[in-house]
């Protein structure tokens, strides 16, 4: 069975479709799906060319498509997206122009091109060394480069360690017939969900949707994630990497899953902590003591881990993690003002505003919705705002520094 949903709007002048593939997370996916997704867009039997696949777009009035790798909660999801003209300014293109794309999108994902049950071998070298070499430049995004070395770091054996567009040394091993094989398995073992927005997209009936997507499936059994565990001893790592700019980076620990009624306080006390511009680390550790040229936080809700990140002279390092730490504590002892918590409210909640404004962050919204279970934008706003600072403070006494991970732009520091 295929979940459908409509986001029904006249505000844009496109109409939106996504189909997603949603599987629960294993070592490897991540890998394996981006190879996928290169491959899928790159023909069908019907088109069995790039070059096809784009007069195939053109012929649906310059519709643009795309693919994207993401996970949500405990689940590895590989989207494939359509942007298509709304049929009010473009009436020559007839009614049935979002059925014929969303009929595109089914072929790209039911019927790519295979040549003796395998993808074309230079489309999939091609795409296989297009891959390995975006990993390897990640090297010069100092940046993403630290958080995914953090990433490893703390989510160790796991499958969360790995990047959501994998790991080199997975990739440099992949043969055609293993993205065949996974192929397979994530028709089989996905749940399929499609998204639409834009103006009379309820044209696109659940009748139809059946009719397109149907494909014999036995979707696996999704687990929410596990909130990560705490270590007895904290793990510390340094890394030379040579360039302009060193990193720090802190993670944290809370012990709060994404069901504990403290998750949405955990949010709160990051917002106050690092997540935004008026946030503590921003003010202290940048503003106030200079000690880094950038500087915040991150929370994943699914597993309550906290990412604290500086980028900054290396000579600045350890004054930077002592305050980074030091704003940690106030923040556990309640060491925070009435104006603080109302503002990461209200910050917070403009966030869920700005996300369910335009097309694509609705289509975003509601699929973390489904996979994770939460309520409508509304009901998490009254959520955040009906937080108490107690709450905050009970979810913050649960945060303790987990693993820390210094990338230095040279070997003397």
Same mark, same amino acid.
């Given at each position: 069975m295929t979940n459908l949903f409509w986001l029904?709007?006249?505000?844009?002048?496109?109409?939106?479709?996504?189909?997603?593939?949603?599987?629960?997370?294993? !070592? $490897?996916?991540?890998?394996?799906?981006?190879?996928?997704?290169?491959? @899928?867009?790159?023909?069908?039997?019907?088109?069995?060319?790039?070059?096809?696949?784009?007069?195939?777009?053109?012929?649906?009035?310059? *519709?643009?498509?795309?693919?994207?790798?993401?996970?949500?909660?405990?689940?590895?999801?590989?989207?494939?997206?359509?942007?298509?003209?709304?049929?009010?300014?473009?009436?020559? *293109? $007839?009614?049935?122009?979002?059925?014929?794309?969303?009929?595109? #999108?089914?072929? #790209?994902?039911t019927e790519p091109h295979l040549i003796n049950g395998l993808f074309p071998q230079d489309s999939f070298d091609q795409e296989k060394e297009r891959l390995q070499a975006a990993i390897e430049n990640r090297k010069n995004q100092r940046a993403v480069f630290a958080q995914q070395r953090l990433q490893e770091l703390v989510y160790a054996d796991s499958a969360l360690a790995s990047p959501r567009s994998g790991r080199l040394e997975e990739i440099s091993v992949l043969q055609n017939k293993d993205i065949v094989d996974f192929y397979h398995q994530t028709l089989k073992n996905s749940e399929v969900i499609v998204g639409l927005c834009g103006n009379h997209v309820e044209d696109f009936t659940s009748e139809k949707?059946?009719?397109?997507?149907?494909?014999?499936?036995?979707?696996?059994?999704?687990?929410?994630?596990? *909130?990560?565990?705490?270590?007895?001893?904290?793990?510390?790592?340094?890394?030379?990497?040579?360039?302009?700019?060193?990193?720090?980076?802190?993670?944290?620990?809370?012990?709060?899953?994404?069901?504990?009624?403290?998750?949405?306080? @955990?949010?709160?006390?990051?917002?106050?902590?690092?997540?935004?511009?008026h946030s503590r680390l921003f003010r202290t550790v940048r503003e106030e003591q200079g000690l880094a040229y950038a500087t915040g936080s991150r929370l994943d809700r699914a597993t309550g881990v906290i990412?604290?990140?500086?980028?900054l002279e290396?000579?600045?390092?350890?004054? *930077?993690?002592? !305050?980074?730490?030091?704003?940690?504590?106030? @923040?556990?002892?309640?060491?925070?003002?009435?104006?603080? @918590?109302?503002?990461?409210?209200?910050?917070?909640?403009?966030?869920?505003? $700005?996300?369910?404004?335009?097309?694509?962050g609705r289509l975003d919204f509601r699929i973390n919705q489904i996979l994770m279970k939460h309520g409508d934008a509304d009901e998490l706003m009254s959520q955040i705002q009906a937080i108490s600072r107690e709450q905050v403070v009970e979810a913050a006494h649960r945060v303790r520094l987990h693993t820390t991970y210094f990338l230095a732009d040279r070997e003397d520091q």
């Open positions: 029904p709007s006249d505000q844009y002048v496109t109409q939106h479709v996504r189909i997603w593939l949603a599987q629960p997370i294993a !070592k $490897g996916i991540f890998s394996k799906a981006s190879m996928l997704a290169s491959l @899928l867009r790159r023909g069908t039997d019907r088109y069995p060319s790039q070059r096809q696949i784009v007069e195939a777009l053109e012929s649906l009035w310059g *519709a643009e498509m795309h693919t994207q790798i993401s996970r949500v909660g405990g689940s590895q999801v590989t989207a494939i997206s359509l942007q298509l003209p709304d049929g009010r300014y473009l009436p020559q *293109a $007839g009614s049935e122009l979002l059925t014929e794309g969303i009929a595109l #999108l089914t072929e #790209l994902i949707a059946t009719e397109l997507l149907s494909w014999p499936r036995q979707p696996l059994l999704r687990q929410p994630l596990p *909130a990560w565990s705490h270590r007895e001893t904290i793990s510390e790592t340094k890394e030379v990497l040579p360039g302009e700019q060193s990193q720090l980076l802190l993670a944290f620990s809370s012990e709060i899953a994404y069901e504990d009624p403290l998750n949405l306080p @955990l949010s709160v006390f990051n917002g106050i902590y690092g997540a935004f511009a990412t604290a990140y500086a980028g290396a000579s600045s390092a350890a004054l *930077a993690k002592e !305050k980074m730490l030091e704003e940690l504590y106030r @923040l556990q002892q309640g060491d925070f003002s009435e104006e603080e @918590l109302h503002m990461t409210q209200q910050t917070l909640c403009e966030q869920l505003r $700005g996300m369910n404004q335009e097309a694509e």
